[in-house]
């Protein structure tokens, strides 16, 4: 059975910081990308990053650049996201997903073909 699962969410003031958690299972974890996407209310999801194990590509979306870091223990099957000088606009429901097919240029996740419940992220003014 294929599993994503999220941690680390929670509320955090403007500033701060937050480090995502995405334990994977059921499938081949160093050929997938696995990353993730974020959804705020009344708005369209969006990719945030993305990392593949096995060449150490890396993707980030513009506004998170310098911000957040991605990093994976393939050991453990897990990818974390460093989110650093949070913003409220960072304010989302952060998913994990995981594609063998998916590209950068796929930014609402379409192409992922797993997804976790996701995570709630509340940055405070």
């Known amino acids: 059975e294929v599993q994503l699962v999220e941690s680390g969410g929670g509320l955090v003031q403007a500033g701060g910081s937050l480090r995502l958690s995405c334990a994977a299972s059921?499938?081949?974890?160093?050929?997938?990308?696995i990353g993730w996407f974020r959804q705020a209310p009344g708005k369209e999801r969006e990719g945030v990053s993305c990392i593949r194990s096995s060449d150490g590509r890396t993707y980030y979306a513009d506004s998170v650049k310098g911000r957040f870091t991605i990093s994976s223990d393939n050991a453990k099957s897990t990818v974390y996201l460093q989110m650093n000088s949070l913003k409220p606009e960072d304010t989302a429901v952060y998913y994990c997903?995981?594609?063998?097919?998916?590209?950068?240029?796929?930014?609402?996740?379409?192409?992922?073909?797993?997804w976790g419940k996701g995570t709630l992220v509340t940055v405070s003014s």
């Open positions: 997903a995981g594609g063998i097919e998916w590209d950068n240029s796929d930014t609402r996740g379409y192409d992922m073909d797993y």
């Open positions: 059921g499938f081949t974890f160093d050929d997938y990308w």
